[in-house]
C-alpha cells in the first residue's frame, strides 16, 4: 500500500456536525500536510504540521499527529456545506517531492 | 499576484497527437513540480524542476514524456504520440525553494482527453 492513505475514502454528514479524516504512512516525516480540493479545481494548502508536534489548530481545522502510530487526522469542525470537497494528506519523507495520499471525499449535506 | 498558472484548462487530442501544457509558477517561485491525477485517485509525482533544470524525474515515464523549465517562460509538460491511458488532471505546483516546510501552491490544471 501507498505512503499516506486516507481513512475513510468517502464521509457523508450533515452541516454543522464535526468530520474527522485520517491518514496513515509508512516512512519517517518531516511533515505532513492537509490539502483540500474542490471538485475539478486544483489543490489549495490547509496546514502543516512537523514531525516535532502534536496538535496544530487553524480556525476550524484541527490537526494532530503521533509519529509512533505513523499516523495523522484532520478535523473539522462545525461543518458547512463549502467544506465539501476531497482532502488529501502529503508527507515530506525527505524525498525531493510531496507524496500524497488518496483522499477523503467529504460530503456536507444542507 | 496572479497565483500559478496552467493552460490549456480542457486539451483534447486525438491518440497519436501531442499535447503541450504549461505552467507558469507563482512570482519569486522557483521550483515547479508537475503532478497526474486520475478520476477519483490522488497525486502521482511526475518530475520536479528548477530553472533550466531536471532535479527529480523519477515519477516520469520513460518514454514520449519530457518536461522543461526554461529560464524564460513557463514550464513545458510535453506528451508525444499520445495514448487514451495518458488521459487525467495534470497539475502543477511551485514553491519558493525546494525545502518542503513551504506548502505548494497548486495551479488549477490541465485536464488531458485523448480520444
Known amino acids: 500500500s501507498q505512503q499516506g492513505e486516507e481513512d475513510p475514502q468517502a464521509l457523508s454528514i450533515q452541516e454543522g456536525e464535526n468530520a474527522t479524516m485520517n491518514c496513515s504512512y509508512k516512512t519517517s516525516i518531516n511533515n505532513l500536510q492537509w490539502y483540500r480540493q474542490n471538485s475539478g479545481r486544483g489543490l489549495v494548502h490547509l496546514i502543516l504540521?512537523?514531525?516535532?508536534?502534536r496538535e496544530k489548530h487553524s480556525g476550524r481545522l484541527r490537526v494532530t499527529l503521533d509519529t509512533s502510530k505513523k499516523s495523522s487526522s484532520l478535523l473539522i469542525t462545525a461543518s458547512r456545506a463549502a467544506d465539501t470537497a476531497s482532502y488529501f494528506c502529503a508527507t515530506d519523507t525527505g524525498r525531493r517531492a510531496l507524496t500524497f495520499g488518496s483522499g477523503t471525499r467529504l460530503q456536507v449535506q444542507p | 499576484n496572479a497565483g500559478v498558472m496552467q493552460n490549456p484548462r480542457h486539451l483534447v487530442r486525438r491518440r497519436g497527437q501531442e499535447a503541450r501544457l504549461r505552467c507558469s509558477p507563482m512570482k519569486g517561485h522557483s521550483h515547479v513540480y508537475w503532478y497526474r491525477q486520475l478520476p477519483e485517485e490522488g497525486l502521482k509525482f511526475m518530475v520536479y524542476?528548477?530553472?533550466?533544470?531536471?532535479?527529480?524525474e523519477s515519477g516520469m515515464p520513460k518514454e514520449r514524456f519530457s518536461a522543461e523549465f526554461p529560464k524564460e517562460g513557463p514550464s513545458i509538460l510535453r506528451i508525444q504520440q499520445v495514448v487514451r491511458g495518458d488521459s487525467a488532471a495534470y497539475f502543477c505546483?511551485?514553491?519558493?525553494?525546494?525545502?518542503?516546510?513551504?506548502?505548494?501552491?497548486f495551479g488549477s490544471g490541465t485536464r488531458l482527453t485523448v480520444v
Open positions: 504540521i512537523r514531525s516535532n508536534e
Open positions: 505546483a511551485s514553491s519558493p525553494s525546494g525545502q518542503l516546510n513551504y506548502g505548494y501552491t
Open positions: 524542476l528548477q530553472k533550466e533544470n531536471i532535479i527529480d
